[in-house]
């Protein structure tokens, strides 16, 4: 720090009547630079801790911003139209995000930002994972209505399912009802081309890598007669839901081969 030394022992020398003691001018000159010295180690270290707080709380800022976005998988490759890769993979621009490790032999058929439907080969059947803002209204056919709150208690006391089994399950880190179930053999809701139970309205629209949504109107289905697996898991807004299902001959084994890549699920958001 610079100090003037003339102003200094200006300072200490006081006024005119002072008698010119030099020791006392120094005694004088000596504290006033302390008191200098002092005051500006305060003002650096005010400085630092000041920076300190100012860029913890940037951080923090900047962390709760991100909340809603969070990160990509890092090695993940976007999911697309037609058969897939052994990889760890991501859906674009899907809300909450949604990362899963396939192994090989899937095929993707559906896929927009909203969920996908991909099938094994060598197996019949299909695994999916679908956002669910309408359903079928039971009996009524074509017509929908938003999800209800109790998605799961919806499915349970739908007409065309038998239910097998429901449980308390984790998907991709939440909580969530896991649904096993057969489909009727013909059903009270049919918008499709074939006999099918029409349960959740999906956009209709696909895309061969970034499916955004241009509009509703397409159909999730299950086919009569096949047994099917419903884990829905509550959002802040709606549900998810990953559905399974296959005829029965095939079940057990499109089911374990659903489930490695079930297990292997992260959901972020």
Known sequence: MHLDIHEVMTKAAGTTRDLPD????YRRGRRIVWRR???????????VVGGVQLGQSDLLSDALRRRDVPPAAPDARLLSIGPMDAGRYEVARMSPRIALDLGPGWSVSYLTNDGFT???????GALGVLRVRNVFKPGEKGQTAPAPENLAGWIVDHPDLRIRSTRSTNLGGLPGTQIDATVAASSTTQPCSEPCL???ERAAATAPVRGDITGF???MSLDPGYRVRLIVIGLSEGHLVAYVQ?????????????GEVLTTLRIDG
């Open 22 to 25: 030099v020791e006392t001018i």
């Open 37 to 47: 010295r002092a005051t500006a180690a305060a003002a650096a270290l005010a400085l």
């Open 118 to 124: 991909m099938s094994p080969s060598g197996a019949a």
């Open 198 to 200: 029409a349960i959740f």
């Open 217 to 219: 109107g397409g159909v």
């Open 246 to 258: 296959a005829p029965p001959a095939s079940w057990e084994g499109t089911a374990a081969r659903a």
